[in-house]
């Protein structure tokens, strides 16, 4: 894989987070912590652009998709929602908390 330099004007916070990526282990270093953002971004974009085509054809096709379409949709995907759980549970930290409840 060919590389390039890059120089970058980041917000603080960003530059922030990359450093405790790379202390914590989580990035072998800066410029690999910043490789994968930006990776996931162009990946991310490719598949919005992706999604838009997808959209666009099937609406040619079978016409726009309507806000009751899609609250119908949104009601059926949660009619079948499977709750994996329960109501009140532990987060990883053992405290207790609500479903719903960061």
């Known amino acids: ?10 917000e603080a916070e960003l ?3 990359g450093r405790a990526a790379v202390a914590e282990g989580r990035a072998k270093n800066l ?13 991310h974009d490719r598949r919005a652009k992706a999604l838009d ?3 666009e054809a099937y609406e040619a096709e079978h016409g726009v998709i309507t806000a ?3 609250q119908a949709a ?13 109501e ?9 908390r609500r479903r719903g409840v960061a």
């Open 1 to 10: 894989m060919t590389k390039a330099r890059l120089s970058a004007t980041v």
């Open 74 to 86: 949104t009601e059926e995907a949660q009619a079948r929602a499977v709750v994996v759980r329960p």
């Open 88 to 96: 009140d549970s532990t987060s990883r930290d053992g405290r207790r």
């Open 53 to 55: 085509a997808f959209f």
């Open 31 to 43: 410029s690999t912590w910043v490789s994968t953002a930006l990776r996931r971004q162009s990946d």
């Open 15 to 17: 530059l922030v987070a």
């Open 68 to 70: 009751e379409e899609m």
